[in-house]
């Protein structure tokens, strides 16, 4: 979870900044990360993913400062989609650690589609934003402050 989660949100990064950077050869550019809503609030059911998902709005915060851009010309955001209608989502009372619980959940929450999730990253892009988490969710897009 870990690994997966929030390491390869940071290896992501550095190799972003390692090939884009434009002091190193590179154009600049944007780095999107995933995020979720769940690194806003709790999340008992998964408590490790929720602390993975508000490392990376702290990640992607830091990194997406005037700091950076002005040396790098890289702007990092994140998008933090809500429960998104995948396999994973189906598969997740599995993997929690009360599947009880969890299918209550499920059953409970409205799901967007993964066509959301991408229309999001394009939205992000075209806003031409820098260090902004725009979270994504059954009540439509909204960039947040944390």
Known sequence: MIDVNFIGVIHGIKLAFHYMNKNGGGH?????????????????LGPIYAGCKHGINGITKSY????????TGIKVNAVC????NT?????????????EVALRHN?????IQPEEVADA???????????????VDCNGRRYVES
């Open 107 to 111: 059953n409970s929450v409205k799901f």
């Open 28 to 44: 600049g550019g944007f780095v999107i990360n995933i995020g979720s809503n769940a690194g806003f609030e709790s999340f008992e």
């Open 64 to 71: 997406g400062t005037e700091f950076h851009w002005e040396r």
């Open 121 to 135: 990253v394009i939205f992000v892009l075209e806003e031409n934003k820098n260090g902004a988490l725009l979270r």
């Open 81 to 84: 989609p809500g429960p998104v």
């Open 87 to 99: 396999a994973l989502f189906h598969t997740f009372p599995d993997m929690c650690l009360d599947k």
